[in-house]
């Protein structure tokens, strides 16, 4: 199981749905399901920007944010991966207003695609990495029997017995 390490209010809005493009400096050839993992690190002024809208009616109206640091969060997949500069060219590729405060598309970065976002029931505690990292074979398996999860959808949030 590969994950990705995230602060807070990001890690949440992954999970939540409300971020649909995780910005990096770096492509990954990885593909399919990814563990987000929250930070350990509160930074104060990271802590600030989560009470400011649009993320604060993103995720802290939504979710337990911020209590859960240091732990793996949810799950989502990773669609694609496309330079930033797609977005110039490409209508397509549309951004909401929201999306472009959750993440810095200047020139020069890539945005992952994200979908199926599902939210553990229970966070599990973990040591983090940076860039995408292998779960320890115990988290992982902790992970993969959770009964619970809570999977975000357009009209709210439903109980789910297995993500898939």
Known sequence: MK????????????VLGAKQYETRSWPTSHRGPLAIHVSKKWDTELQAQGWQEPFYSAALGRADFGVATGCIIGMVDIQGIFPTSSWQCESSLELTEKERAFGSFS???WAWRLYNPRRLATPI???GHQGI???P???AAKVSRQRHWVKV???GIEPRLRWS
Not at 6 to 13: G, H, R
């Open 125 to 127: 505690p973990c040591t």
């Open 3 to 14: 994950a990705l390490t995230l602060f807070d209010p990001w890690a949440t809005l992954v």
């Open 133 to 135: 990292w292998n779960v």
């Open 107 to 109: 020139p020069g970065r």
């Open 153 to 155: 959808t357009p009209a």
């Open 137 to 139: 074979p115990d988290i």
